[in-house]
């Protein structure tokens, strides 16, 4: 479809930008194809396939074969050429998780998280330890607040996982193994259809093991896809499902400016036989129906039963005194449902609509009890504790959002991109037992946008775009037993957004840049109240930044990316107590917001033959903590893999941080100022067959 025919609509505006990379040469000795022009993207803020340089926003889109051809499995390293985003791996959610880092904000519920079109975690956190990247079609991003079809669930990015359409053909079978003992075995299968019906089944199971001691964690999974497309009419079907058992790391406390020498680089306090666990269950269904006036009518429902099961401890105190440690066992069940009905309409003289409207309900409570205990420093073995039996602490908690939201797009003239959208917000939250008040919220949002198409020519232009988004979202909820608090002050944001988008050298070439300020209030930030994680309201808070990328698209299969981003996060008022006295941070900078970020990346992938690619990824200079006292200083890290292509197989092996930089990267939530680093040097050998 033309870019000029194209919806842009959606308030918030979409999500979407560029990396897919061109298609390879067929063999080895062959004139090189010319560059192929980047083909429209379905984008998860207007559910229309799209163009991410027809868009008014910050966007990019990273394709599954890029992804493949990095050797790439987590979304750590899926984003490591994102502009502006860096993802730190491992964390309080465990070793198979990761925390993004969008405009300078590193908060494990500023973003939100979408796969295949259904919010991942629901109106409760981002589950970004049971998310999989087998079979991968492509991975869409947006930097900023969530477009108005999902509403009060992000600020800072989206993250939207797609994988590859029921009806796909592709077959693989793969294995691979590595450093400290990991390794995995997967496939992609093409399942007998019924009629029309198309399935598709990917599944997988890994074992992935660390350099810290006793830290690692075993993943199987499995997603089965069913669909039925009849001209413009689609249904399908998912089920995924996913088995996680991982073993924590221990975040490494720090003394005064830096991290204690007391405590060796990968010890390990948790007590003998600590276990962070998950099931997860989600089946989801869906329809497409053309409808009056050639208006599309879009339908989605999901179901989502997640039992997680925890048993873990923390150092309270840098000494080998008794009672150093803090641990909790924990069992948290929690059932969330998503549903989405839209309309959208076809353009008419210049002018289209879309509205719908939605719904995120959570049911979870988590019961458990805590324990003191001895942990060694040196972390040379771990202590034996009985587990306990009564759970005599529990946190039940309800959430329901619900949403009903239009966005509309005008285009007066070919080269100028007028929209808006806006949302009604309504929210309620109930924390503890039956019984409990709840607390309920009713609120506008939306957003405007534009863009104008300074020069056109051909394949080649010069774009400028601007965006206004205000949204809102009720404060993050983390199943804690501190028991300290109700339910916080929802975090609200005014963000604006300008830049340009630049294509040249015939489609070859892609550029852009943007600038970014919002205005935050009611941060939820991390405490802690009576050794165990809380959370509290951080007053107000301002994030503004710029942010840089390029894409260059060789012939000869041959792909290079560089990105740039100075971020500065900053507290405007915000009142923290400190060993019970009041402090103003007001002027500090956020706690663990990296001020510039920037990466470089090459790739090269025929069809037949060597195959090669590397990145560098630098992580500017950060505080550890809310008084700016302690300064962590910048770091780079490199990754590189090389391989070999034949008709049926490939053959490749790859290495990530090799300069094994352990740096902390995350704050822990559990106990006072800890940190999780950069894990160790990994190296990795497979083998990918087609069949």
């Known amino acids: 479809m033309a870019t000029n025919h194209r919806l842009r609509a959606c308030l918030l505006a979409p999500a979407l930008l560029l990396t897919v990379p061109t298609r390879p040469v067929t063999a080895q000795g062959q004139a090189p194809k010319p560059v192929v022009p980047i083909p429209p993207i379905e984008v998860v803020a207007t559910r229309l396939p799209e163009a991410p340089h027809d868009v008014p926003a910050s966007i990019e889109v990273i394709s599954g074969d890029n992804l493949r051809v990095r050797g790439i499995t987590s979304l ?205 269950f989600v089946i989801a269904a869906g329809l497409d129906r053309p409808i009056r006036e050639d208006a599309i009518w879009g339908t989605t429902v999901s179901a989502t039963r997640s039992a997680q099961r ?103 003239t070919t080269r100028v991109t007028l929209s808006g959208g806006i949302r009604a917000n309504a929210t309620s939250e109930r924390r503890g037992e039956d019984g409990a008040p709840s607390v309920s919220h009713t609120r506008l949002s939306g957003s405007l946008g534009a863009m104008y198409g300074l020069w056109e020519h051909g394949d080649n232009h010069v774009r400028l775009f601007a965006n206004y988004r205000n949204t809102f979202k009720p404060a993050a909820f983390d199943f804690s037993l501190a028991e300290n608090e109700g339910v916080l002050n929802p975090e609200t944001s005014a963000s604006y957004e300008g830049g340009f988008k630049v294509r040249t050298m015939a489609g070859k070439l892609d550029l852009e840049a943007s600038a970014f300020h919002m205005n935050f209030n009611n941060l939820v930030t991390a405490t802690v109240v009576n050794n165990l994680p809380a ?31 100075a971020h500065d996060g900053k507290f405007v008022d915000f009142v923290q107590l400190f060993d019970g006295v009041p402090t103003q941070l007001g002027g500090k900078r956020v706690e663990m917001s990296a001020k510039q970020l920037w990466s470089a990346g090459l790739s090269f992938s025929p069809e037949k033959g060597l195959i090669a690619s590397g990145n560098v990824n630098y992580m500017g200079d950060r505080y550890l903590n809310m008084r700016n006292t302690a300064l962590a200083q910048g770091f780079a890290t490199f990754d590189a893999g090389i391989g070999y292509r034949t008709a049926l197989a490939e053959f490749r092996i790859d290495g990530r941080n090799l300069g094994d930089r352990r740096d902390p990267v995350s704050e822990s939530e559990f106990g006072d100022a800890q940190y999780y680093r950069m894990t160790a040097r990994t190296v990795r050998a497979g083998v990918v067959m087609k069949y």
């Open 76 to 280: 750590k390293d899926a984003l490591g050429l994102a502009a502006g985003v860096a993802v730190a791996p491992g964390g309080d959610a465990g070793p198979a998780s990761g925390i993004p880092e969008f405009w300078g904000l590193r908060e494990f519920d500023a973003f939100l998280l979408v796969v295949d079109g259904i919010p991942w975690g629901g109106a409760l956190n981002p589950s970004v330890a049971t998310l999989s990247l087998r079979d991968v079609e492509r991975i869409e991003i947006l930097r900023g607040p969530a477009p108005v079809t999902y509403g009060a669930t992000s600020f800072v990015g989206v993250i939207h996982v797609v994988h590859r359409a029921a009806a796909a053909r592709a077959k693989y079978l793969s294995a691979s193994g590595g450093s400290f003992g990991s390794g995995s075995v997967a496939g992609d299968l093409v399942l007998p259809g019924s009629g029309s019906w198309n399935s598709r089944l990917s599944a997988e199971l890994n074992r992935e093991k660390f350099k810290d001691a006793r830290t690692s964690y075993t993943s199987g999974h499995a997603l089965w896809r069913m669909a039925k497309v009849e001209g413009d009419r689609r249904t399908w079907l998912t089920a995924d499902v996913t088995m996680l058992r991982q073993d924590p790391a221990s975040p490494h406390p720090r003394e005064g400016a830096s991290l204690t020498s007391a405590v060796p680089l990968d010890a390990n306090a948790n007590p003998d036989g600590a276990y962070l666990n998950e099931d997860r």
């Open 310 to 412: 925890q048993f873990r401890g923390f150092l309270v105190d840098i000494s080998n005194g008794a009672n150093n440690a803090a641990g909790y066992k924990e069992k948290i069940d929690i059932t969330d449902i998503y549903a989405d009905s839209h309309i959208l309409w076809p353009s008419k003289s210049g002018w289209r609509f879309m509205t719908g409207a939605d719904a995120l309900f959570a049911n979870g409570e988590a019961t458990g009890a805590t324990f003191s205990y001895t942990a060694p420093l040196t972390g040379s073995s771990a202590t034996k504790v009985p587990e306990p039996t009564t759970l005599d602490k529990d946190a039940p908690n309800r959430r329901l959002f619900l949403g009903a939201y239009g966005s509309t797009e005008w285009r007066p």
């Open 535 to 565: 959370l509290i309201n951080s007053g107000k808070t301002r994030f503004k930044g710029i942010e840089v990328a390029a894409d260059l698209r060789l012939a000869n299969a041959v792909v290079a990316r560089a990105s740039y981003s």
